[in-house]
C-alpha cells in the first residue's frame, strides 16, 4: 500500500520550455502533497507543501511564480516549471502522505529534469 | 536554529552490523523518521520514533533518546544491496520535517 507514482521519469528539454511534473497518490487519498528538489549528493530540500483545494506553501527562497504547483484532487498534485533554465536542472521528487501529520512521507520515483 | 547531524559517509563489511547515528535540535519534537535512499532513486520509508527505545524490524532496528536528542539505525547481516544514503528526518512542532543531509553506507565484501 501507500503507492505514489511520479510522471515522468526523465525530461530533457530546451531553455524555455516549461515542464509539468505529476504526482498521483495510487491507493490512497492525500489532502497533502511535498514537492522536493535534491541536488547530487546533497539532502532533499523542500520546495513547497500542497494542499487540496488550496494554495501551496512555499519555503523562503521558492520562486511560486517560477513553480506552479496545482493539487486540484486529493491523488494528482502538479508541479510545473516555467520558463526552465539550466539551473533548473536537478532530481524533483514528490511526496505524499495517507493520513495525519504523525504518518510517513512516500516518494514518487523522481524526475530527472536536464535543461540544455 | 534546527539541525539534524548524522556521518557523511561510513563503510561496512558484508555480514556486519553497522550502527548509523544521528543528533538533533529541533524546535519541537513530534517523531524521527529514517529512509533509504539509493542513488539516482527517491527514499523509502523504513522506521518511525515517537517513543523512546528501540524499534526493531527485521534486519534493520531504530533506537530513539528524546532527552538526548539522538537517535540510531542499526543494520544487521549487511547485504550489498544496503549499499545506499540513510537519511534521519525530525518532525518539529509544526509538523514539518526537517531532513539531515544522509549518511552513504558503503558495504565491501
Known amino acids: 500500500g501507500a503507492v505514489v507514482s511520479q510522471h515522468p521519469s526523465r525530461v530533457i528539454c530546451k531553455s524555455g520550455t516549461s515542464v509539468k511534473i505529476e504526482c498521483r497518490s495510487l491507493d490512497f487519498q492525500a489532502t497533502t502533497m511535498f514537492w522536493y528538489r535534491q541536488f547530487p549528493k546533497k539532502s532533499l530540500m523542500l520546495m513547497a507543501t500542497s494542499n487540496e483545494g488550496s494554495k501551496a506553501t512555499y519555503e523562503q527562497g521558492v520562486e511560486k511564480d517560477k513553480f506552479l504547483i496545482n493539487h486540484a484532487s486529493l491523488t494528482l498534485s502538479t508541479l510545473t516549471v516555467t520558463s526552465a533554465h539550466p539551473e533548473d536542472s536537478s532530481f524533483y521528487i514528490c511526496?505524499?502522505?495517507?493520513?495525519?501529520?504523525?504518518?510517513?512521507?512516500?516518494f514518487g520515483d523522481g524526475t530527472r529534469l536536464s535543461i540544455l | 536554529g534546527q539541525n539534524i547531524d548524522q556521518p557523511t559517509e561510513m563503510t561496512a563489511t558484508e555480514g556486519a552490523i553497522v550502527q548509523i547515528n544521528c543528533t538533533y535540535q529541533?524546535?519541537?519534537?513530534?517523531?524521527l523518521f529514517w529512509y533509504q535512499q539509493h542513488a539516482g532513486e527517491a527514499p523509502t520509508f523504513l522506521s518511525y520514533?515517537?517513543l523512546d527505545g528501540l524499534e526493531e524490524k527485521g534486519r534493520f532496528s531504530s533506537f530513539l533518546s528524546r532527552s538526548k536528542g539522538y537517535s540510531y539505525l542499526l543494520l544487521k547481516e549487511l547485504q550489498m544491496k544496503d549499499s545506499a544514503s540513510y537519511l534521519c528526518a525530525v518532525m518539529d512542532s509544526n509538523y514539518q520535517l526537517i531532513w539531515g543531509a544522509g549518511t552513504k553506507l558503503i558495504i565491501k565484501p
Open positions: 511526496s505524499a502522505r495517507p493520513g495525519g501529520e504523525f504518518q510517513p512521507q512516500h
Open positions: 520514533n515517537v
Open positions: 529541533t524546535s519541537g519534537f513530534n517523531g
